[in-house]
Structures are given as structure tokens and as C-alpha cells.
């Protein structure tokens, strides 16, 4: 089991940036993938992104916007967050499995079940 910590939410003007972190217990690159996902009110939890030691995979709704990175000497992966709409204001979670799902697969359709490790959450909120 991987501990996962998120911080970095807040709230933010429609066009803004943030910055979310992701602490996390130890772990040797390219052994856990690192995902991230959102839930807002009243939808179904979605896939953002999930990265390997090789390849990153965003879903098509923040492809371009968002960059995720990890940095494993400080045991951190984060979420760059740009031009943000209203539509991202969500609960933004950070999970972690021994891999991500099957390339090809629509990230923003990722199953929960596939990651065995999550954080409590961060919340973001886009508004005016």
C-alpha cells in the first residue's frame, strides 16, 4: 500500500493555473504508475492522466492544458493545471498501481479498481 497525500487546490478564475502535489511514500521509478482523477458534483469519477517511467497519457478534455511530472528523489508527483474553465472545478484525487491501464484505453474512463492506492482528495474550484 502506497500513502498519497494531495495539497495544491483552491480556487482559481476561469484562464488561471494551479499547481497540484501529490506526496507519496517511497517508491523506485517505473515501479508504480501514478495516476490522477476527478470527481464533481453529481458525475462519476474520471480519469486525467496516468504515468509510467516511459509515457504519460492525458484524457482528450485536458489534453494540452494539463501536464502531470514526478519527481522521485523527493517522492512527489504533481499536476500543472492551465487555462482552467469552470467545467474542471472538481475533487482532484492522486492514485497509484503497479501500472496504468492498457494503452489505448480512454483515460477519462479509467476504472477505480485498477489503482490500488488513493489520496483523501483536493478540492478545485473555477469560478468568477
Known amino acids: 500500500q502506497v500513502q498519497l497525500v494531495e495539497s495544491g487546490g483552491g480556487s482559481v478564475q476561469p484562464g488561471g493555473s494551479l499547481r497540484l502535489s501529490c506526496a507519496t511514500s517511497s517508491f523506485t521509478l517505473d515501479y508504480y504508475a501514478l495516476g490522477w482523477f476527478r470527481q464533481a458534483p453529481g458525475k462519476e469519477r474520471e480519469g486525467i492522466s496516468c504515468m509510467t517511467g516511459r509515457e504519460t497519457y492525458y484524457s482528450e478534455s485536458v489534453k494540452g492544458r494539463f501536464t502531470m511530472s514526478r519527481d522521485n528523489r523527493k517522492k512527489m508527483v504533481y499536476l500543472q493545471m492551465n487555462s482552467l474553465k469552470p467545467e474542471d472545478t472538481a475533487t482532484y484525487y492522486c492514485?497509484?498501481?503497479?501500472?496504468?491501464?492498457?494503452?489505448?484505453?480512454?483515460?477519462?474512463?479509467?476504472?477505480?479498481?485498477?489503482?490500488?492506492?488513493w489520496g483523501r482528495g483536493t478540492q478545485v474550484t473555477v469560478s468568477s
Open positions: 492514485a497509484a498501481d503497479p501500472m496504468c491501464p492498457r494503452p489505448g484505453t480512454d483515460v477519462r474512463k479509467y476504472p477505480s479498481a485498477d489503482f490500488g492506492s
